[in-house]
């Protein structure tokens, strides 16, 4: 690859200090003062220059991490594949990195990889354009310099912003082999910024996507996150498809899309993740759990037929198909503990919000998750086809009562049911499809009564 150091002074671009988070710029300017190098590089040089709010800055400096910790009282380094320092600031973290320099000739404690050329330690250290060098994309290689408020371009990063062209750095496959990662951040980076990739390193996403594979699962499942939470989701779930890798991270899912007629998989995944990206755009929290619950759902569904197909309960059915279809997806993605049991109460908290009784609605109402499962049956309502209109109607109006008047109205849905088992027991010689029928309507008929 040519390179060509290019200076962008202060004058010919738009970005301000004042655009610059005041936890950034104290940590460069310790830097400097220190008479370290010190620049902001990344996301946060690239979204400013788009006119766009960073999500988090990163700084590179010649300062050794070790060097890095001498310098702030609030730094801990972190990461043994890539060591790095992170300077705490409470919520907001600077993450500081050494500059990285080429692997040739060194010892496989700073520098390995493996057979398939995947870098397993990066951890030589060397110059600025060397740096510049080893990142992904040409976008995320332009340097902010401190000293002087110029931005450093080697790879032709302000021309490919410029054209909205997403370029990989040097060899597209040695890159991707290197870091198979990639292949998921070109895909973001894609989605997020609406720019083009360019041919090869488009093209070889569909010969080296495979690769995925071998990524230790809970980097792929913070990949995952990124790709769906950070505001972009929708657009990143269609790529991801394009691009042939949904498949890989959760190929039951994918499964399910392919299956399914009524492309109820697909839609419920579509509008979960409108409403997350229209949630974030507000500034609204969201949880992972929720949105790993909808990718699983119909799959898990499948399994809960398969047990209820081998005589199990409708309900033991629903925990043994929970419990099979979480531990089949860890095999590609890990799923953090705290969010696979939120997954789980989500979907066990569907029948009871589906058939409410005297007895447990009050429970249900008072459960910890009862929002996410409520906002999972107000979804579920939106794409599927069964009638569940007046129970969500119900659901919400309970929620704006006082307690006694949620007491009073889970004891008349009592009331409703006691009928309804009356009724049955007064039909028990009606053949099963009439009874189902009545037995149906006079469900929706108790509730719609409320
Ligand atoms: P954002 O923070 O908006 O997701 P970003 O570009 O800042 O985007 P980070 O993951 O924060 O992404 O990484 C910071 C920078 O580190 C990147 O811009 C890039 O220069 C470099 N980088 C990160 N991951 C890799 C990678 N896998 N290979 C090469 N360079 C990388
Ligand atoms: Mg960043």
Redo the contacts with the bound molecule.
Sequence with gaps: MKIKKQIISRKEHSISRDAISSNALKVLYRLKDAGYQAYL????V??LLLGKK???F?VATDAHPEEVKGLFRNCRLIGRRFRLAHILYGRDVI?V?TFRGPHEGKSPSHADQNKEGRIIRDNVFGSLEEDAL????S???LYYNIRDDSIVDFTGGMNDLNHKMLCMIGDVET?YR??P??ML?AV??AA?LDFQMDRKTHDLIFELGHLLEDIPVARLFDETI?LFQ?GYGLRCFQLLREYQLFELLFPMTEASISASNSHQTLKIIEQALINTDERIAAGKSVNPAFFLAVLLWYPMHEYKNRFIERGEHEMEALLSASREVITRQQAYTSIPKRFSLMMREIWHMQPQLQHPTRKRAMRTLMNRRFRAGYDFLLLRNSIEEVELDALCGWWTEIQTKSKTEQESLCEQLGKGQKKTKRRNKRRRSKPDNQQNKSNKTSIKRSVAQE
């Design positions: 590089v990344g996301g946060g690239r979204d960073p999500k988090d990163d993450e990195a080893r990142r992904d994309f976008i995320n290689a890159r290197e870091d990662v990639r951040r973001r980076f997020k990124k950070g």
